[in-house]
T-cell receptor, first 115, second 113 residues
Framework: EAGVAQSPRYKIIEKRQSVAFWCNPI?????LYWYQQILGQGPKLLIQ????????DSQLPKDRFSAERLKGVDSTLKIQPAKLEDSAVYLC?????????????FGSGTQLSVL | GNSVTQMEGPVTLSEEAFLTINCTYT??????LFWYVQYPGEGLQLLLK?????DKGSNKGFEATYRKETTSFHLEKGSVQVSDSAVYFC????????????FGKGTHLIIQP
């Protein structure tokens, strides 16, 4: 079974530039998550989709971050403009239905460095 | 709000030593509790979970018991191997799951031969 695919693996940009990350979840998984993991910290949820609708985006900095999940499959996360503090690993995860005790499957992440 | 506190690392042990990584939590209601592991160069993966008080999750020789009275979910293994070297994250999810997982900061475990 194919896992959660993310690209690119690494990205280096200068502050105020824009960047986009792509995620392809496991086939058939209705729920998709984007997490931000800053060095030395645990992952923090940015946004959760159920099919192509947003379930929770309360921790997404909406003035600069946006995300979409067209057709309830792939998802993109965009940052525009980037700040130094956005340097982190961005993790995508998916689960079958998003239930509270369900296992999440994580991708390998995109490591973003903002200079 | 929800929070998870776990012991800071790195934790360095010799092969075949006993392992305990402490995890305590605060949460509304009755959360489900998880341990996720990140091996070098790989993505996070679920190690074990427990969904109600006194449940014991186990996998690959690791165990953790959901202790509601002490709000803890400590990870244990009787005899660690070099291949257990990784970063371990304690996490919880509460309510209907709409808030997603809340993770601790992670504990880096290093096992020396």
């Amino acid at each position: 079974e194919a896992g959660v695919a993310q690209s690119p693996r690494y990205k280096i940009i200068e502050k105020r530039q824009s960047v986009a990350f792509w995620c392809n979840p496991i086939s058939g998984h209705a729920t998709l998550y984007w997490y931000q993991q800053i060095l030395g910290q645990g992952p923090k949820l940015l946004i959760q989709f159920q099919n192509n609708g947003v379930v929770d985006d309360s921790q997404l900095p909406k003035d600069r971050f946006s995300a979409e999940r067209l057709k309830g499959v792939d998802s993109t996360l965009k940052i525009q403009p980037a700040k130094l503090e956005d340097s982190a690993v961005y993790l995508c995860a998916s689960s079958i239905r998003g239930g509270p005790s369900e296992k999440l499957f994580f991708g390998s992440g995109t490591q973003l460095s903002v200079l | 709000g929800n929070s998870v506190t776990q012991m800071e690392g790195p934790v360095t042990l010799s092969e075949e030593a006993f392992l305990t990584i402490n995890c305590t939590y605060t949460a509304t209601g009755y959360p489900s509790l998880f341990w996720y592991v990140q091996y070098p160069g790989e993505g996070l993966q679920l190690l074990l979970k427990a969904t109600k008080a006194d449940d014991k999750g186990s996998n690959k020789g690791f165990e953790a018991t959901y202790r509601k009275e002490t709000t803890s979910f400590h990870l244990e293994k009787g005899s660690v191997q070099v291949s257990d070297s990784a970063v371990y994250f304690c996490a919880l999810i509460s309510g209907g799951g709409a808030d997603g997982l809340t993770f601790g900061k992670g504990t880096h475990l290093i096992i020396q031969p």
